[in-house]
């Protein structure tokens, strides 16, 4: 209800209130203890009106038609006795201070009559006008305290509630507090049923130990708020068994129950599942699905630098498919990218998980063997010609039949890296200057880089099996 003066006042000691000066309604039956109310504060006259009513009944109709700042409330009324007074009273209007006037002095009692929406107790008797004053004044003070609060706490239960990530507090001992709508829908728990557990319910089992450790340290350190992204991963569990990556704030509250926990949790499946393929696309080659010719070079150095630390061997291999632009000129360049792709579908099949394949040009891919020594290296060429040049190549698509297939045959050259090479670059040019020497010896061959770094090349150390 708005809080104004009285209009009509019953009784006041002073005339209609003014701007600025507080409306008291006093509810008392007995005429002896509203004369002493009064009389106390006469001196504070000036600063307020007193209007009196006899009976609940006749306070709630006399509060209907007016407005006031503060009820001085007896317990023992006509109509009604004890605690359920205050009840009754604070129902009808629960934004008007309460202060209750008892004949009990006990300690006990008066916070009976706080909890049940009073702001203040006055013992009649022990109640002078100064202490009357400020009772008064501190019942409103404090429930505009309270009101403010009340507001406060409903906003941020609406915020709460509208918000569209998931929400939710725990106890210091991780017993679930508060779960906000979004959680309901993220977790697959209603609200009802989830208060009250743990929070390892929403957490996979072997993530638990890991998570008790993390927030363990968090409790005792000096920071107030965390996102936590200094952990590996973070996956929530819904209540049907499903995992899902979260991203995950947390933030503690020093609480008079002890340390609450406020977690905010975002489900970032489709965000990691968009980043990825973002990736995906940034490095590989679109029609292959291998590497492409950036991200090829920047792991081709990653294996330089494990080269040069630990001096492992490794090799890389340059090969292109022999005399491609004929494929396109001839059976078109649907048919020599189907050519291009099963040259990656036999790469990734012959080759270890640890090497690396990429299109760096058109018809020319590169490929990186650590801890391959050139010997191996040169039997790993040799194996990838052999499968290429019985790799059938389908000339139509679409399901027709009677198309027939294409053979292709592939040029490789082989280098082994150094740890002198201040790049791949060097070692793939070797490679590289192999592989133009497999063409002009006829193609369909396998040629080694001599040595390390110069140009020449030893075809005579090459097996008869592989030069010809």
Request: proline share 4%.
């Amino acid at each position: 209800m708005s809080i104004a003066l009285p209009a009509k006042p019953a009784q006041s000691h002073s005339p209609e209130p003014e701007e600025g000066r507080t409306a008291i309604l006093l509810v008392e039956d007995d005429d002896a203890d509203a004369r002493l109310v009064t009389r106390s504060l006469t001196p504070y006259a000036r600063r307020s009106t007193v209007a009196r009513a006899t009976s609940l009944k006749e306070a709630r109709a006399w509060l209907h038609r007016n407005a006031c700042d503060v009820v001085l409330l007896d317990l023992s009324l006509p109509d009604s006795f004890g605690l359920e007074t205050v009840t009754r009273l604070h129902a009808d209007a629960p934004s008007l201070p309460l202060v209750v006037l008892t004949g009990y002095d006990d300690e006990d009692f008066a916070l009976e009559i706080l909890a049940h929406g009073a702001q203040d107790y006055l013992v009649k008797g022990q109640t002078d006008g100064p202490l009357m004053w400020r009772a008064v004044q501190h019942a409103m003070a404090r429930k505009r305290l309270e009101e403010e609060l009340r507001l406060s706490e409903e906003r941020l239960q609406g915020i709460i509630g509208l918000a569209q990530d998931a929400i939710l507090t725990t106890d210091e001992n991780l017993n679930i507090t508060l779960f906000n709508r979004a959680a309901e829908s993220l977790f697959g728990y209603d609200a009802d049923d989830i208060l009250g557990r743990p929070l390892s319910l929403l957490i996979p089992e072997r993530f638990r130990p890991d998570h008790e450790v993390h927030i363990a340290g968090f409790a005792a350190s000096e920071m107030q708020a965390q996102v936590m992204t200094n952990r590996r991963e973070v996956q929530g569990l819904t209540a049907d068994g499903r995992e899902f990556p979260a991203e995950v704030s947390i933030a503690k509250l020093h609480h008079a129950r002890g340390l609450l926990f406020t977690a905010v949790i975002r489900d970032v499946s489709e965000r990691m599942r968009v980043e990825s393929e973002l990736r995906r696309m940034a490095t590989t080659d679109p029609l292959t699905g291998l590497n492409n010719r950036r991200r090829f070079m920047e792991l081709a150095e990653v294996e330089m630098a494990r080269l040069r630390r630990y001096g492992r061997p490794v090799s890389v291999l340059m090969l292109d498919i022999d005399r491609f632009k004929a494929i396109n000129d001839t059976h078109g360049h649907a048919v020599g990218d189907r050519a291009l792709v099963r040259l990656a579908e036999v790469c990734r099949a012959e080759l270890r998980d640890t090497d690396h394949v990429g299109r760096v040009g058109g018809e020319e891919f590169a490929i990186i063997l650590p801890e391959t020594p050139l010997e191996s290296a040169t039997e790993v060429a040799e194996r990838l010609r052999q499968r290429l040049a019985v790799a059938d190549v389908a000339l139509q698509t679409g399901g027709q039949s009677g198309g027939g297939t294409l053979r292709m045959t592939v040029s490789i050259g082989v280098a082994m890296c150094g740890d002198e090479d201040a790049s791949i670059e060097r070692a793939l040019g070797r490679a590289d200057r192999a592989l133009y020497e497999a063409k002009s010896l006829g193609r369909n061959r396998v040629v080694v880089s001599d040595g390390y770094p110069g140009p020449a090349f030893a075809t005579a150390s090459i097996p008869t099996s592989i030069a010809s």
